[in-house]
């Protein structure tokens, strides 16, 4: 089982497409939620699941926001990273780069 993620109106191809298997995408998808601004726990839980849950407008650009700024300043999120390490459940800045590529170029998503 994975994630699909398709852009709204996606600017180029890297916005119309993003996908993760679950065990990638849990991670990843916890780290965003946790940080950014605006996103609430239905979100998190909605983005758990494959339901087409949309996310847009504020939420994306602050999700936009938050995941530049934690590339920018990776040091930073070391502490989270450690605390919630799994062997089930990886994490890399290298995945968080790709999300950020697809943010950048759509206005919202949705998960599937």
């Not at 938050?66 to 995945?95: G, H, Q, R, T």
């Amino acid at each position: 089982m994975g994630f699909d993620l398709s852009g709204i109106n996606a600017k180029n191809d890297q916005g119309e497409y993003f996908r993760n298997n679950c065990w990638w995408w849990r991670r990843l998808w916890a780290f965003v939620c946790e940080h950014t601004p605006g996103v609430t726990q239905d979100d998190y839980q909605h983005g758990s699941s494959n339901d087409g849950y949309a996310i847009k407008g504020k939420k994306h650009w602050n999700m936009i926001l938050f995941v530049k700024s934690a590339l920018e300043n990776k040091e930073k999120y070391e502490k989270w990273i450690k605390a919630s390490d799994s062997k089930d459940y990886p994490f890399s800045w290298e995945n968080v780069e790709e999300f950020y590529g697809f943010l950048v170029n759509n206005d919202g998503f949705r998960i599937h």
